[in-house]
């Protein structure tokens, strides 16, 4: 009886001094995947982001590059996800700020509130629809808008019969791209702030109505900011009908799920690409496009291959990141659209003030660019900004590269975009 005991006892102190089993490492970073295709691996369920000379990215922990490894890829670390958050800046759960100073939904509609009350003569505030959690009664937000220019009678209405050209930008429709709502906060105040004394901004808003939806997946931002100083990656919006992914994998795209050319996106509600159960079927998209169709009249034929005339006015930017590209359509095909050069043309213009490439989108359907473009002739862009790597680049970079990299490059390129709303297709 002694002995048996005595070995029972010997082998639970064996038990109980062994090494704990290690903790996967779930601290998310970029991994390099040569002589992949991206439309692969975002098949596969990989968060992809763009490839540069055959080179993919893919975002995820240690156990997505082991997932990689298996399927025969060799991926390489290239850069973590999270960058330095400065002493004393890594905010609260629910302050104002997050990640270091990027702003929450809250202080992105108290902004428009103030701004609207300070400069009267020129703003003016629409509520254009709801965020998904809105129309479930689960809090949620109303999308807002704001019109800038100097306000004379019939201004800033939500009518395409505008006596005015009209610029319009929207940012964060993917919600961990920070530093997007970032920049349409600048160019809002950039252009308010500089009426009658910056030479350039009066000449545009005296002639140009100016459009802003600096949040345009408020629900999703809610998401990232949750995290605090740790961002969740939350890309869709808050749509979790029916879905067992984990956060921050459910929702829908919200740049996959345009009605036009809808439907060769992601199918599984946990991919990052998911375009939903139909064409439009979030209140986001509905919101976005019956916008883009009251800011705009249409000016081009329904077949695919019939260009917008040259009298076309109206110019349109989603700002995303990350890149350093100016993108036109297509996105839903690689063939040329019928306005090709001319898109090209001012996409140049505009790379002159930002030095990003030109290049058309491809591979990607259900885009708010391809919708604005190909349904109502609107001269399209997707900017993706920053870097795949260093302080500024990727998703989450550091709140300090807002003002001292991405505002300085992008300033110029937005002017260049309102002016040529008049006439984009001119030349």
């Not at 079927?281 to 034929?301: C, H, K, M, N, V």
């Amino acid at each position: 009886m002694k002995v048996r005991v005595g070995l029972v006892t010997a082998a639970l102190l064996l038990v109980g001094t062994s090494a704990p089993a290690a903790r996967p490492d779930t601290t998310p970073y970029y991994w390099q995947v040569p002589g992949a295709g991206e439309r692969a691996l975002r098949e596969a369920g990989f968060d992809v982001g763009h490839g540069v000379d055959g080179v993919v990215q893919v975002v995820g922990d240690r156990r997505v590059a082991d997932r990689l490894v298996a399927l025969g890829h060799q991926p390489r670390k290239s850069d973590a996800v999270y960058k330095q958050v400065p002493p004393g800046r890594a905010a609260d759960v629910g302050a104002l700020t997050y990640y270091g100073g990027y702003r929450t939904v809250a202080e992105h509609e108290k902004h428009l509130t103030d701004v609207a009350a300070a400069y009267p003569a020129l703003t003016q505030v629409h509520d254009i629809g709801d965020s998904w959690r809105r129309t479930r009664g689960q809090g949620g937000h109303d999308i807002k808008a704001i019109c800038i220019t100097r306000k004379q009678a019939g201004d800033c209405a939500l009518d395409p019969d505008s006596a005015k050209p009209r610029f319009a930008l929207i940012a964060q429709l993917h919600a961990r791209e920070l530093a997007t709502g970032e920049l349409a906060w600048r160019w809002i105040d950039h252009v308010t702030r500089g009426y009658g004394t910056d030479a350039e901004v009066t000449s545009v808003l005296d002639t140009t109505e100016l459009w802003v939806v600096p949040i345009a997946n408020p629900d999703g931002v809610d998401i990232v900011a949750s995290g605090g100083s740790r961002p969740l990656l939350q890309r869709k919006n808050a749509n979790n009908t029916g879905a067992s992914c984990s956060t921050p994998s459910y929702g829908v795209d919200l740049n996959r799920n345009s009605t036009f050319k809808w439907g060769k996106a992601g199918t599984d509600r946990c991919d990052e690409t998911y375009q939903g159960t139909a064409a439009g079927s979030e209140p986001e998209t509905e919101a976005i496009e019956a916008w883009f169709r009251q800011l705009f009249p249409d000016q081009r034929g329904p077949g695919d291959t019939e260009p917008a005339p040259v009298t076309t006015t109206g110019v349109m930017i989603t700002v995303h990141s990350y890149g350093n590209l100016i993108m036109p359509p297509w996105g839903w095909t690689w063939n040329a659209n019928p306005n090709a050069a001319q898109l090209a043309a001012l996409g140049r213009k505009m790379a002159a003030s930002n030095g990003y490439e030109v290049v058309a989108e491809g591979d990607t359907t259900g885009t708010t660019d391809d919708f604005a473009y190909g349904d109502l002739g609107v001269a399209s862009y997707t900017f993706e900004i920053g870097s795949g790597s260093g302080d500024c680049g990727g998703f989450l970079p550091e709140y300090s590269c807002v003002d001292s990299l991405f505002w300085p490059k992008n300033k110029g390129a937005f002017l260049t975009a309102a002016k040529a709303a008049k006439a984009p297709y001119a030349g």
